[in-house]
């Protein structure tokens, strides 16, 4: 039995990053999306990319970006090796070796084949995604909903790839989610914040104790 990591996303502030050090998260997320109240300055990303500890990985995470925006970023992040791209796709030359992260979103009353044909579609890309992120559907938002997913759907899903379960996940509800789906991944941002935007350092560590405590409960079984 794997270990199910964790992704804190939405890191703004090195109150943030620390918040998700300390508490054990495996990976944490920078949001470049300008529209969201959790965008970050690619050169504070930058420069508080240099402070994460060995082991814990940082993703980028774009929405309908266009490649000369993706560009813009990385001139100021070089260091990213991790893009996640929902939406509408760019021209993948401008991630060079970098790895993508595809999104499918799962609404709440998708069905299995609408969900799988979406996920399948995204999987057939080439380069292909290194993992997939399902995350809540509402329309006209990209990600952070703080809406629980469709689990049993996602879990009777094939996915090629790894999992990164997203959508409405907090300390309360994340280890029923990794009971029931068994992700490679759980990915939370606006179930760990005091106010929109804003980061919660103990809901983080609840959130994380709660995985752990998951991951001891999978071994155990």
Partial sequence: ??????????????????AAIYSGAHAIGFNFYQKSIRF??????????????????SIGVFADATSSE???????????????????LPDFGVLGSRRWIAVAGAGKDCSKVFLQNEISMLCDIKPSPCAIVVDSKI??????TGVV????????????VPLILAGGLNPENVKTAIRKVQPFMVDTASGVESSPGAKCPDKIQRFMKNVIESNLELFAD
């Fill in 1 to 18: 039995m794997r270990t199910v990591r964790a992704k804190i996303c939405g890191i703004k502030s090195e109150e943030d990053l620390k």
């Fill in 40 to 57: 970050v300055d690619p050169f504070v990303a930058n420069s508080l990319n240099q402070k994460i500890p060995p082991g814990m990985t």
């Fill in 70 to 88: 993706i560009k813009d970023v990385l001139e100021f992040f070089p260091e990213l090796n991790y893009l996640q791209l929902h939406g509408q």
């Fill in 139 to 144: 329309e006209g938002l990209m990600g952070g």
């Fill in 149 to 160: 997913g469709p689990w049993d759907v996602i879990k009777e899903c094939d996915i090629p």
